[in-house]
């Protein structure tokens, strides 16, 4: 069977920022934090990342992150765009759960250098 992901992904929590990108159209962004907005990564490779957040997105929209993985001692800077939105829950009117929603995005616009060195970061955890 061949390996269809390119990079390797890693299931380990980091901290991001994010933003909606400026390049977004208004209709695709209704709802979105115009400002940075911190979220905890499910998971991430050089090509993507997952994360939970309590709105839904629409697929299409563009955003901005900066990532802090200690590891690389400096911020990765990219724009990514949301490629799948999973509901996480059943959160009904008047109810005390809070939606939450399953976050993909792949990213756009990233360098070489910084998509590379994510990827060192994944391997040398899976390595050990």
């Known amino acids: ?7 390797r992904r890693l299931n380990r929590s980091f901290i991001t ?9 208004a209709s695709s962004s209704v709802n979105l934090p115009a400002k940075w907005d911190i979220v905890t990564i499910r998971n991430i490779s050089g ?23 200690a590891s690389l001692h400096r911020l ?11 509901s996480l829950n059943e959160a009904k009117p008047g109810s005390k759960i809070i939606p939450l929603y399953g976050i993909a995005v792949h990213y756009t616009e990233i360098t070489r250098e910084e998509q590379e060195a994510i990827d060192r970061v ?5 390595n050990g």
């Open 1 to 7: 069977m061949e390996e269809k992901r390119r990079y």
């Open 17 to 25: 920022k994010f933003r909606l990108s400026a390049d977004n159209n």
């Open 47 to 69: 090509s993507g990342m997952a994360f939970i957040y309590h709105k839904p997105f629409v697929e299409g929209v563009l955003l901005e992150f900066e990532i802090t993985v």
């Open 76 to 86: 990765v800077k990219c724009l990514g765009v949301v490629c799948r939105v999973d």
């Open 122 to 126: 994944v391997e040398a955890f899976i």
